[in-house]
């Protein structure tokens, strides 16, 4: 590493893939954010694997040394994951001692073919030494790069229609007929492999990688190596035991309805209350598990090697994964947008895959699934983008009767905040936009990161108890409390006063912070209002009225 930072002080100046900053003690989160996005994009744009952000050196390249620690450094990689678009962080922080002197080389990875990084929502680029937005030109160089390197179009020159299912050939005939209906007499006129070209399965009559996925018989999965058309069924218990499981290979086209079968689709009973919600509904919605199964399909890094994962799990949730980045910028952006995505991983496949009806093109799949387990009160659906895969988690069962409750009784709520609160109940981080958006329709109340529902929401759904265990009473509550303990019993000592607040404090602090409240609560006491004074020690106080008062 000493011989890295040598040859990035040798250069005349920063270029788009290298910066220095001073940060003796410390250097701004956000600015470095924006930063980890900038080089991510520009290592992608310069065909680097990485770009270097050294810390400890000024812009004229003369050393000078961090004092940053471990526990910054941990800092800086969870904000980096929780906060980029995909989550990605540090390749390496790689500490060196130069001339005496600590200095810190954050190595970031270049953005992943075809998706340009983001930082809070925007994508950075780099002018030279300049940071700045990514110009719209970069952006399109970095989205061309998926249809330039389309894994799902490629011809296999050995392969020929004897190596592809005549059931699944049949099974493609019947779905491309009913996306297109109009043509149901021309097409049983077409031989095999004519229906291949129409359907954009086969090219010229060549075999694609997409028609071997798709429709290939199980022995001739090795054509399309080091890639696997595998999809594993994984039962587990509620200890997360593994229980059962099966592995399924192309044609996947049959064998799609073959994992949804072995899915348990249990029936799930309500707990009556009122005409609140139905009796009885399917813990799973058949069109969620078809459209993250095929998504799964359309959207997999076949590149990487692996398989795509299906895990039921007993307690009622099944987790849908599959290998690759997200190429849009967030779910939430999916959400809003509520149209096509420019660029897909796999636009061939895609292409297929809509044409026999296995999926559409019309950007509403992943909102419907929203707007299916909103309607039944169920916990939305739960993507995590992180380490270079998509996995999305669905619930078939109500979570937290409360938080159901809320959603019932507030139809008026669009998809957007119940997801904001959806994101609020499983204690998810909330960032400043999104606060911002809450608060404004005053939804939630409280301090970053301490948030919790709104009086308005707990008067609308009978959470007012709740609320105000979760908001907590004024600080001259606690304080007349602290005042009315001394006054009959003379003193108190930290044990009395920690035992008379610790438990009715808010509920959404964590130990720590309620000890820190209650230390700021006296600390104000003693030299704000002076109502109280200490004739103890520091170590063992003992608190008493203000002799001055």
């Given at each position: 590493m000493i011989e890295v930072l040598n040859n990035l002080l040798s250069l005349t100046t920063e270029n788009e893939v290298v910066e220095f900053k001073e940060a003796k003690n410390q250097f701004d989160k956000n600015k470095l954010g924006q930063y980890f996005s900038a080089l991510s994009n520009e290592a992608n744009l310069k065909g680097k694997p990485n770009a270097w952000m050294v810390l400890g050196v000024r812009n004229d390249k003369?050393?000078?040394?961090?004092?940053?620690?471990?526990?910054?450094?941990?800092?800086?990689?969870?904000?980096?994951?929780?906060?980029?678009?995909?989550?990605?962080?540090?390749?390496?922080?790689?500490?060196?001692?130069?001339?005496?002197?600590?200095?810190?080389?954050?190595?970031?990875?270049?953005?992943?073919?075809?998706?340009?990084?983001?930082?809070?929502g925007h994508r950075y680029g780099r002018d030279g030494e300049s940071l700045g937005g990514l110009n719209d030109y970069e952006l399109k160089q970095i989205q061309s790069q998926i249809e330039k390197a389309d894994w799902s179009v490629q011809i296999i020159e050995h392969a020929t229609l004897d190596d592809l299912s005549t059931e699944a050939i049949t099974m493609a005939r019947k779905q491309f007929t009913e996306k297109n209906p109009k043509?149901?007499?021309?097409?049983?006129?077409?031989d095999n492999a004519t229906f291949l070209n129409k359907a954009k399965v086969c090219i010229n009559g060549k075999i694609t990688n997409t028609a071997i996925l798709l429709l290939g018989k199980p022995e001739s999965e090795h054509f399309i190596s080091p890639a696997t058309a595998k999809i594993s069924w994984i039962l587990k218990d509620r200890d997360n035991i593994e229980k059962d499981y099966e592995h399924f290979t192309c044609p996947l086209l049959l064998e799609v309805e073959n994992v949804k079968a072995k899915i348990r689709n249990l029936k799930y009973r309500y707990i009556k209350d009122g005409t609140l919600f139905p009796d009885e509904v399917d813990q799973y919605d058949p069109y969620i598990v078809r459209e993250a199964l095929n998504n799964c399909i359309a959207h997999q890094d076949y590149t990487l090697g692996g398989k795509i994962n299906v895990v039921e799990h007993e307690d009622g949730r099944l987790t849908f994964a599959n290998s690759g980045t997200f190429i849009p910028e967030s779910i939430e952006k999916v959400i809003e947008t509520d149209a096509p995505e420019t660029n897909y991983r796999n636009p061939f496949l895609a292409n297929?895959?809509?044409?026999?009806?296995?999926i559409d093109t019309i950007g509403s799949g992943i909102k419907k699934m929203f707007v299916i387990q909103k309607n039944k009160y169920f916990p939305l659906p739960d993507y995590?983008?992180?380490?270079?895969?998509?996995?999305?988690?669905?619930?078939g069962k109500v979570l937290d009767i409360n938080y159901a409750r809320k959603i019932a009784q507030m139809p008026d709520l669009s998809l957007e905040e119940i997801m904001l609160l959806d994101k609020l109940a499983k204690q998810k981080?909330?960032?400043?936009?999104?606060?911002?958006?809450?608060?404004?329709?005053?939804?939630?109340?409280?301090?970053?990161?301490?948030?919790?529902?709104?009086?308005?929401?707990?008067?609308?759904?009978?959470?007012?108890?709740?609320y105000i265990k979760q908001r907590g009473f004024k600080d001259t509550h606690y304080k007349q409390m602290i005042l009315d303990f001394i006054t009959e019993y003379g003193s108190a000592s930290k044990n009395d006063i920690d035992k008379l607040l610790l438990d009715i404090l808010p509920k959404i602090l964590d130990e720590k912070q309620k000890a820190n409240k209650v230390r700021n609560i006296v600390y104000a006491m003693s030299r704000k209002d002076k109502t109280i004074e200490n004739e103890g020690t520091i170590r063992y106080p003992k608190w008493i009225k203000s002799l001055s008062n």
């Amino acid at each position: 590493m000493i011989e890295v930072l040598n040859n990035l002080l040798s250069l005349t100046t920063e270029n788009e893939v290298v910066e220095f900053k001073e940060a003796k003690n410390q250097f701004d989160k956000n600015k470095l954010g924006q930063y980890f996005s900038a080089l991510s994009n520009e290592a992608n744009l310069k065909g680097k694997p990485n770009a270097w952000m050294v810390l400890g050196v000024r812009n004229d390249k003369s050393v000078v040394g961090t004092s940053i620690n471990d526990h910054q450094i941990n800092e800086y990689k969870a904000e980096m994951a929780n906060h980029t678009s995909p989550k990605l962080s540090f390749i390496d922080v790689h500490s060196v001692k130069y001339k005496g002197l600590d200095v810190l080389l954050f190595e970031i990875p270049a953005a992943p073919q075809g998706t340009a990084v983001s930082w809070k929502g925007h994508r950075y680029g780099r002018d030279g030494e300049s940071l700045g937005g990514l110009n719209d030109y970069e952006l399109k160089q970095i989205q061309s790069q998926i249809e330039k390197a389309d894994w799902s179009v490629q011809i296999i020159e050995h392969a020929t229609l004897d190596d592809l299912s005549t059931e699944a050939i049949t099974m493609a005939r019947k779905q491309f007929t009913e996306k297109n209906p109009k043509l149901k007499e021309e097409i049983h006129t077409w031989d095999n492999a004519t229906f291949l070209n129409k359907a954009k399965v086969c090219i010229n009559g060549k075999i694609t990688n997409t028609a071997i996925l798709l429709l290939g018989k199980p022995e001739s999965e090795h054509f399309i190596s080091p890639a696997t058309a595998k999809i594993s069924w994984i039962l587990k218990d509620r200890d997360n035991i593994e229980k059962d499981y099966e592995h399924f290979t192309c044609p996947l086209l049959l064998e799609v309805e073959n994992v949804k079968a072995k899915i348990r689709n249990l029936k799930y009973r309500y707990i009556k209350d009122g005409t609140l919600f139905p009796d009885e509904v399917d813990q799973y919605d058949p069109y969620i598990v078809r459209e993250a199964l095929n998504n799964c399909i359309a959207h997999q890094d076949y590149t990487l090697g692996g398989k795509i994962n299906v895990v039921e799990h007993e307690d009622g949730r099944l987790t849908f994964a599959n290998s690759g980045t997200f190429i849009p910028e967030s779910i939430e952006k999916v959400i809003e947008t509520d149209a096509p995505e420019t660029n897909y991983r796999n636009p061939f496949l895609a292409n297929a895959m809509v044409n026999l009806n296995m999926i559409d093109t019309i950007g509403s799949g992943i909102k419907k699934m929203f707007v299916i387990q909103k309607n039944k009160y169920f916990p939305l659906p739960d993507y995590d983008t992180s380490n270079h895969k998509v996995q999305v988690n669905i619930i078939g069962k109500v979570l937290d009767i409360n938080y159901a409750r809320k959603i019932a009784q507030m139809p008026d709520l669009s998809l957007e905040e119940i997801m904001l609160l959806d994101k609020l109940a499983k204690q998810k981080v909330l960032t400043d936009s999104e606060i911002s958006s809450l608060k404004s329709k005053k939804l939630i109340e409280g301090r970053k990161p301490n948030f919790h529902i709104s009086s308005s929401v707990a008067t609308a759904t009978g959470q007012k108890a709740d609320y105000i265990k979760q908001r907590g009473f004024k600080d001259t509550h606690y304080k007349q409390m602290i005042l009315d303990f001394i006054t009959e019993y003379g003193s108190a000592s930290k044990n009395d006063i920690d035992k008379l607040l610790l438990d009715i404090l808010p509920k959404i602090l964590d130990e720590k912070q309620k000890a820190n409240k209650v230390r700021n609560i006296v600390y104000a006491m003693s030299r704000k209002d002076k109502t109280i004074e200490n004739e103890g020690t520091i170590r063992y106080p003992k608190w008493i009225k203000s002799l001055s008062n």
